[in-house]
Structure formats: structure tokens, C-alpha cells
């Protein structure tokens, strides 16, 4: 299937590596349904940049720990654009606690955006990547799931393991009917929600102390993770299924017991 005949879903495409992800998906071909939350404005944004380079897209406002939303924006998109050929479960919601700061309101919601979140986009979808037997399925986990030893990330490093392994079930249940299931784990990356709770003078900081943990000598973009998922996203990637690609710099400060 050609770029030009796919409709791809990127959810959280408001900003950061959603939004990245949604413009180079538009800018390979593909017609693009921008989901967003809260912030309306910021998804008008992507549409707009999209459909003045001459592509299509619309906005669809759903917050995936709600699956009757999910379902009803997976029909808006396709009545608006046609069927999904490419979905990106890229919403995330992360809020750090210790064993001391435990939250369990908190942890309840990371796990119904992180990972109940994925599997509603997924459910929505399948029915028609499954009559066309053709799909691309991308899950963006983290880093954090497979065991940096940054402190405080041990309970949404708990979702997004988990997703990891859905990924490989999901895509040994749904590999028959021609869609693969694939996962991205960024590394630290230099969005708009790493730098939210910090002031200038801290987000210099924390860049300079993260930059120093990879092999390449800096943080990463959120083109750098759009690239990764285009590329399992793509019609050429139809052999790589139940795959994690890291996209991390090179990062060494993994948990370990050598």
C-alpha cells in the first residue's frame, strides 16, 4: 500500500514527538487525524501546517483512558479520511513518585493512558486493518521501561513495561492478518512536557547532566523518535514485527547487577 492510500492516527499529535510524528507521516503521503486532549489550539496547528503543504488532516479531540472516546474519534477520522492503515499510540501521561511519594490516583490514570489508552486505539482499529489485511501499529513506550537508573520513574516505568510486552502479544495475535506491531523507546527528549516543570536555569542543568549519559553527546528531538516510528511505519516495513526500537543516544546508566 502506497504512502498516499493510508490514513494514519497519531494520538497526543498536539506537540512534542506526536506532532512530529504526524508531520513526517504528512509529509511522506499520508492523510493524518491529529488527536489532541486539552489543547485544541496546538492541534489546529498541525492540521494547518499539514494542509498548507498540501496535505490532509483533521483535528479529533479524545482522551484515550476513555474508550468510548477512542471509539468515537477512530470512526470520526475515518469517515473524515477513510480507513486507518497506521496507528501511533503515542499519548503518554507521566507523574514521578518514590516508594514514599506513592500515589495510587496517580498511578491508576498513567496506566489507563499509558497502557489501557493503546489497547482501546488498537481494538478501535483492527476491524478494518483486518478486512484490508494490512495495518502498522506503533506504541511509543520509554526508556524508562527497560531500566535507566533515573530516580523517581519506577511506577511509570511500570506502564510503559508493560506495554512493551503487549506489543509482542499484540503483534503474534494480529502478524496473520498482515499488521504488524512495533514499539519506539525514546530516550530523554527535549519536549515541551520534559521541560514544563523546569525553569530555565534547571532545564540547562538537566540538559547538560543528560547529554553526558549518551554516547553521542546530546539529548534527543522529537524528530529523532518521529523518524524511528515512520520507519516501522512505512510500507517497506512489513518483515520487522514485535519489535523495540530504542532510540536513546547511546544511553549507559542502566539499572544492572555487573
Sequence with gaps: MAWREQVALVTGASRGIGRATALLLAGRGAAVAVNYATSEAEAASVVDAITAAGGRAIAVSADVADPAQVAAMVAQAAQALGPISILVNNAGFARQATLDTFDADALARMRRVNVDGPIAAIRAVMPAMRERRYGRIVNIT??????????????????????AILTRRFAMELGPDGITVNAVAPGFIGTEMARASRSDSEWAETE???RQ???VGRIGMPEDVANAVVFLAAP???????????VDGGRMDYLGHS
Design 213 to 215: 549519559r549518551t554516547m
Design 142 to 163: 520509554s526508556l524508562a521501561g527497560i531500566g535507566t537508573a533515573l530516580p523517581g520513574n519506577a511506577f511509570y516505568a511500570g506502564t510503559k513495561a508493560e506495554l
Design 208 to 210: 547538560q547532566r543528560m
Design 236 to 246: 517497506e516495513a512489513g518483515f520487522i514485527t514485535a519489535q523495540q526500537l530504542v
